[in-house]
């Protein structure tokens, strides 16, 4: 789950800053939006493993991932994060983690890839070709995730005419055009992300980021 909620959460800012950062716009972010999303990974096993989910997002901060395969939740808000973990067997309990969300390492790197597509202290940016970024983290937060790059990867762009490269992206890089990311860990993981679908402007109460804890569940305070 650590991997998906990190990589989510870089989705969700990465995509609303993109915009911003190749056209100068100023509010590209949505207020809110909703992104289903299919995950794989390889186990230590060597075996490619897949899960899918749905993401919920709401400014400022208000996140909520579930994950179908195993029904676990992340929930967030400006003030509070809850991580879910259902029971796996029948009559046992499950565990909510309580954490504030300013102390939240994701959170605080949330907050920091604001900066889009542009040179950072907690990233360098790649272009790698019209249609693929990378992110190089440099900043000593970044290690306490164990994150090297991040790769992101456009639909295929049919270019205009006689206009200079960054032009090109100016014009034809929308906010649906994000297809796939992939996270890169710094012991080799690597963890791939592909985007079913993304929704704009679902109106969202704000309740919907308070996570109601279930009966017969432990909870676990930091």
């Known amino acids: 789950m650590k991997n998906l909620l990190l990589l989510l959460i870089c989705v969700i ?3 609303g800053d993109l915009r911003s950062a190749l056209s100068g716009s100023a509010d590209f972010m949505p207020k809110s939006l909703k992104i289903e999303f299919e995950q794989s990974f ?3 096993t060597g075996k ?3 899960s899918n989910g749905f993401l919920e ?7 909520r991932i579930k994950e179908s395969k195993d029904n676990s939740e992340f929930v967030s ?3 509070t994060s809850w991580y879910y ?3 796996f067997k029948t009559g046992e309990k499950g565990s909510v983690q309580i954490n504030n969300s300013k102390n939240n390492n994701l959170v605080r790197v949330f907050d920091s890839l604001k900066n889009g597509l542009i040179d950072n202290d907690l990233y360098k940016v790649t272009e790698v070709k019209v249609d693929q ?3 190089k983290f440099i900043d000593p937060k970044s290690k306490d995730l164990k994150v090297d790059h991040i790769d992101l990867f456009f639909r295929k762009i049919v270019f205009p005419d006689k206009v200079d490269h960054k032009q090109k992206n100016t014009k034809v890089l929308e906010f649906s055009d994000l297809e796939s990311l992939s996270i890169n860990y710094t012991d080799g993981q690597k963890v791939d992300l592909k985007l079913s679908k993304i929704e704009e402007n ?5 309740k919907n980021f308070e996570f109601q804890i279930p009966t017969n569940t432990e909870i676990i305070k930091n």
């Open 13 to 15: 800012v990465l995509i």
């Open 42 to 44: 390889k186990s230590v």
């Open 85 to 87: 973990v259902p029971p």
């Open 48 to 50: 490619t493993k897949t």
């Open 133 to 135: 970024f990378s992110l």
């Open 202 to 206: 679902n109106n969202f109460p704000d």
């Open 57 to 63: 997002y709401k400014r400022s901060s208000q996140i």
């Open 77 to 79: 808000n400006k003030e």
